[in-house]
């Protein structure tokens, strides 16, 4: 949907939106087919920016969007072009006259190069690369963006030597959605008596609704953060979560526990999920918290070293011992 405004900021000359983006972004010392200022922020910025996310799916939208026929300044091919019935012949209008062999020559190939030229009659217009019939659309960026693994490349996943590693491996799974969800069963043809979440009985479409979106996890992370004295967690995707512990004020350390804690919760919401699927156990947010907090305690302890850390100091999230 970004995308769609570059192609519109080049379709769209007359646009009042467009004139009002140019007088606001457009400097005249950089020449750019789409102008912006980075230090203006807004929508358009990220307009500006998506660009470069594209480029990661080999998708380039200065190159994409092209000109199909290109003029020279304010010059446009039909100004120098007339076409009779014997092709093209060209009416050149020299600033200087074209004096020397050198240039007599180049202009000689010049005209050589242009006799079988095909010079087709209107204005130029822009041409999207990736249809055949050159128009541009959100569902052909669409159709190109999900041919491209969804997984950014860029992005490692930050293990936590403060949790054991089948615990990171929950979330590690789930951030690839390599965890056999209902749905990812589904797809796979593997029968599954309903595709309903085991939380909240909403359709469990992916490991996103399992570890953010649904009610029940909702519920679980806004425990976890005022526990952890963090600002409520908005998050719309896995990564979202991953990250919390990043912008936490906290010590390093801090952010490390914080981070061991998102990972056992992650650990711990898949064991409920499945304790339900296969055993038929209810799932009790309290019971999550509980152990989530207990676990959680139990590792970063004797793996942080920190054997002076009481029970009561964490359950009040009191880790004045780790600084
Ligand atoms: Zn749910």
Excluded at 35 to 61: E, F, H, M, N
Excluded at 184 to 197: D, G, K, W
Excluded at 277 to 305: C, G, H, M
Aim: include cysteine; charge should be positive; charged fraction near 25%.
């Amino acid at each position: 949907m970004l995308a769609k405004w570059w192609w519109r900021f080049k379709t769209e000359k007359e646009g009042l939106w467009r004139r009002t983006i140019w007088a606001i972004h457009h400097r005249s010392r950089a020449w750019n087919d789409i102008p912006v200022k980075i230090s203006v922020a807004g929508p358009w910025k990220s307009i500006y920016s998506v660009r470069q996310s594209l480029l990661d799916a080999s998708i380039d939208l200065y190159q994409d969007i092209t000109a199909e026929e290109e003029s020279v300044k304010k010059c446009s091919v039909a100004d120098r072009c007339v076409l009779g019935s014997h092709g093209p012949s060209f009416s050149w209008a020299w600033a200087r006259p074209v004096l020397g062999s050198d240039a007599e020559n180049q202009l000689q190939m010049l005209s050589v190069m242009l006799q079988g030229f095909a010079v087709s009659a209107g204005n130029d217009v822009w041409k999207w690369r990736h249809e055949p019939d050159g128009k541009f659309s959100v569902s052909s960026i669409k159709k190109l963006l999900s041919t491209v693994n969804r997984i950014n490349p860029k992005r490692v996943f930050e293990w936590n030597n403060w949790v054991p590693k089948k615990v990171g491996i929950v979330a590690w799974r789930a951030e690839m959605e390599r965890l056999p969800t209902k749905c990812a069963l589904a797809r796979r043809s593997i029968p599954v008596q309903n595709n309903t979440c085991v939380f909240c009985g909403d359709y469990e479409k992916t490991c996103e609704h399992i570890f953010v979106s649904c009610q029940f996890v909702q519920t679980i992370w806004q425990n976890l953060a005022v526990w952890c004295g963090i600002p409520p967690i908005i998050a719309f995707g896995i990564n979202d979560i991953l990250t919390v512990h990043e912008s936490s004020s906290g010590s390093r350390k801090i952010r490390k526990v914080i981070h061991a804690i998102v990972l056992v919760t992650f650990w711990s919401m898949w064991k409920s999920r499945n304790d339900a699927v296969f055993r038929q156990i209810n799932p009790s947010a309290t019971r999550n918290l509980d152990e989530i907090k207990s676990v959680a305690y139990l590792w970063v302890k004797s793996r942080a070293k920190v054997a002076a850390l009481t029970w009561e100091d964490w359950s009040r999230f009191n880790l004045g011992i780790l600084r």
